[in-house]
């Protein structure tokens, strides 16, 4: 089975790998300010002559296991072309949580920043400071403006990442009834990209499904807990919920699971399999969607090198090479793609392990 469909040579290698990187403990404790919270692995300089390989991955928040997976392929990528690796981020997601931490990077001079952002804007002038010193800005996972950045890696399509949730929801209730979503943070730009196309494609396929609310758990495992005992109570109609962050849906499905609504109301969106096993597993969840975390982080990496080597300055139609995962192009807008969302389901919920 292929995993990150059109880019897989290696893929699941990678995934593996990441996996044991993660579990070898790559993220760093929730509180510590600029590099000092993150930890460092790789050498320096190696890979790329003359040229600053010191890469920092800075996530939406830490303790998430998502980003835990994705920055671990991060690190694998910068071990293997000999730079240094470090995390570092913010306790809690929000819309500016992550500015300190960039300013610090600039001061520390970085080679390369890639980061998953909170808000599209709120970081934009920390970024743009940093480019002027010299640093290179990649996003991924979740975009700012395209001009406070060189790249974008994302994940999937928004249209794909949208289509594939609302088939799974409209599949799950008979294309019928009330659904809620159980968002990220209210500024994410990669949920709020998803949640509009969602309405779009509900509007226009599913008229007999009603989207009642859209709330926010912020990317908290507590507040999307007490988002999704309230939704319920405030609908009791209702016969699903879309949850687009696995953050969201994996706290959902721990209230599910243990309340009269489980296997009444359904729940999908986008989970990781270790997260969401055991759901699947007692019949909480039937099926959910997301792409490989481990290769989105290890191609993020790879295009932080190509920028700092200046073998690309992320103009559309520049390719780079990218480890197991081969090569890959720039499109409009400064934007790398992946591949295709997955679904995960009891039937091969087994064969992963992230
Ligand atoms: C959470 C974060 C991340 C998103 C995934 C699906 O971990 O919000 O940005 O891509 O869910």
Redo the contacts with the bound molecule.
């Keep these: 089975m292929r995993f990150s469909i059109d880019k897989a040579r290696g893929g699941a290698l990678a995934m593996v790998a990441a996996v044991a990187l993660t579990v070898a403990g790559c993220s760093s404790d929730g509180s510590s300010e600029g590099s000092s919270g993150g930890s460092s692995t790789g050498s320096d300089g190696g890979g790329g002559g003359d040229a600053n390989l010191a890469i920092t991955f800075l996530p ?1 928040n830490l303790g ?4 835990d997976t994705s920055d671990a392929g991060g690190e694998k990528a910068i071990m293997e072309f000999g730079g240094t690796y470090e995390e570092v981020g913010p306790a809690e ?1 929000g819309p500016d949580a992550q500015v300190s931490y960039i300013n610090t990077l600039t001061q520390q001079g970085v080679g390369g920043i890639v980061v ?1 952002a909170n808000d599209p804007a709120a970081i934009c002038d920390a970024l743009n400071e940093a480019r002027d010193t010299g640093v290179k800005v990649v996003t991924f ?2 975009d700012t403006n395209p001009e406070c950045r060189d790249l974008f890696i994302n ?1 999937a399509t928004a249209d794909g990442i949208a289509k594939v949730e609302v088939d799974m929801i409209a599949e799950q209730i008979g294309d019928e009834g009330q659904i809620a979503i159980l968002s ?2 209210a500024n ?1 730009t ?2 709020n990209a998803w949640i509009e196309i969602m309405k779009t494609e509900l509007a226009d396929s599913h008229p007999n499904i009603e989207l009642v609310d859209v709330v926010y758990g912020d ?1 908290d495992d507590q507040t999307s807990f007490d988002k999704t005992a309230a939704l319920l109570q405030t609908y009791p109609d209702l016969k699903g919920i879309i949850s ?5 849906i994996s706290a959902a499905a721990r209230y599910l699971s243990t309340s009269d609504y489980k296997g009444k109301v359904a729940l999908t969106g ?2 990781t399999p270790n997260q969401m096993r055991e759901y699947v597993e007692d019949g909480t969840v039937t099926e959910f969607a ?1 792409w490989n ?1 481990a290769d989105l982080g290890y191609l993020a990496a790879y295009a932080a090198k190509a920028l700092v080597e200046g073998e690309i300055t992320g103009a559309e139609g520049d390719s780079f090479e990218a480890g197991d995962l081969g090569s890959y192009d720039v499109g409009a807008d400064g934007t790398v793609l992946l591949g295709d969302p997955y679904r995960f389901n009891a039937d091969n919920i087994g064969d992963f392990d992230f």
């Design positions: 939406k998430n296991a998502y980003f997601a998953s996972d979740s994940q990220a943070t994410a990669n949920q990317d687009p962050t696995t953050v969201g986008l989970g997301l975390p």
